[in-house]
């Protein structure tokens, strides 16, 4: 701005000088013109110099002020603008540009309010790094997952996972190369997959997303112990009926042996038949696969069934079956009931000791119909009360072999009452007996898990 003031004013006094010496010819003769141009030449030059001194301590002057202005105009208001013509076009393109970006700036923000919502209401962890490892975004979600309070903004990725599966994946990823891995923080499992986010010509960063997959390993666990128990449990009867069968194939066997072997044929079949029913019955429990209607019922007629079909069993050990109480009506599916009943009470004179007592109530709440079965067995001791219900878990082992337990009975009860929405309390102690009991609500209402108590 300065040297363009001092440009105009050396302009307009060249000018002035180039006017006054194409005048002269024209008041002078040509002849004391040149005389004179060549006498005042020295004196013009002489007056010009000087006049440079002042021309740009004015040029200083007037750029000083016109900085002043428009350092303290306000642009945006039109009367200030109005004092100073010349500025309206600067003015309004410095208002287009202003909500051209206030626009611009808006709807980023938008987006990122969106970008924020949506990534914090994700059950998946999600990391946005760049190429040194420095997090540029990250959810709660991914807090969780790798198990820490403090802030990921903070820090580097690499501080809050020290295991070398992490370290490899995330900076492969950094370096343009995908990755996955799964890592375990505490009791939480989770699956890390990191994806290099790539520009034109070079890569910007990483994407890391965290997936929670603790559940689903623990049902691989389950899958995989109950196919390793499955195939134990059949092999040890098929075991004994293809050494017994060997046997009599070879005429080992004395023909007065063969009916005590085939009567062994017969238990380890029996045996693995009920094994089989019973897995079937988990199976379709775990899938909803029932195809029994749920219809109103009294459980007090179901227990007087089971009961009665269990008698015979219990005297042959002379233990004694009590059953009281009064009508009980809820809903559910019989045959389900049926058979969680069937298994608490089969359990409770199974292990039971000679001449014992099994005491079966049936109970009607205002909330539950409530059944109960208490014995006089063995009792569970309390390291194997919480495991009690898994499959084919089994507090003596040895014992339950004997009198043909397929260690799936609890563990049907439990799914059952699942299915129902039921709650299971129990109180055992070792050598004086153990009370189970079912509170089964009087309206199934939607399923979910079962609220298991002990004491």
Known sequence: MKNQIIRRMLTVMLLTLAAALLLFPLLLPSENYFRMLLRLLPAALLI?????????????????????TLRHI???????????????????????????????MDALTQQKEQLQVLTENMREGLILIDTKGRVLSANHAALRLLGTDKPLEEGVVYDYNDTPAFYDVVSSAAKGIHGETTLSVGDVVCQLIANPVMGDESI?????????????????????????????ELKTPLTSIFGIADMIGSGLVKTEDITGFAKKIRDESSRMITLIE???????????????????????EIAESVAEQLQP???????????????????????????????LCDNAIKYNNENGKVEITVRNTEQYAVFSVTDTGIGIPP?????????????????????????????????GAAFHNAKITLDSQPGSGTSISLLFPKRRGGRQCENLTRS
Do not use: C, W
């Open 383 to 415: 390291s194997d009360r919480e495991r009690i219900f898994e499959r084919f878990y089994r507090v003596d082992k040895s014992h339950s072999r004997e009198i043909g337990g397929t260690g799936l009975g609890l563990s049907i009860v439990k799914h």
């Open 48 to 68: 010009g110099g000087i006049m440079l001194i002042p021309i740009f301590r004015i040029g200083d002057r007037m750029s000083a002020n016109i900085r002043s």
């Open 204 to 232: 910007n960063g990483a994407v890391l997303v965290l997936l929670d997959i603790t559940e689903r390993e623990k049902r691989d666990a389950l899958r995989r112990e109950f196919t390793s128990n499955v195939s134990h």
């Open 313 to 343: 069993q219990a005297d042959l050990k002379q233990i004694t079956v009590s059953l009281d109480g009064d009508a009980a009506p809820m809903e559910g599916v019989p045959v389900i009931v049926e058979e969680m009943l069937f298994n």
């Open 278 to 300: 019973d897995i079937i019955r988990l199976s379709r429990l775990d899938d909803d696969s029932f195809t029994e209607e749920i219809v109103p019922l009294d459980l007090y």
């Open 74 to 104: 306000n642009m945006e208001s039109p009367e200030a603008v109005a004092s100073y013509p010349e500025l309206k076009p600067l003015a309004r393109q410095i208002m287009g540009l202003k909500a051209q970006i206030a626009e611009q």
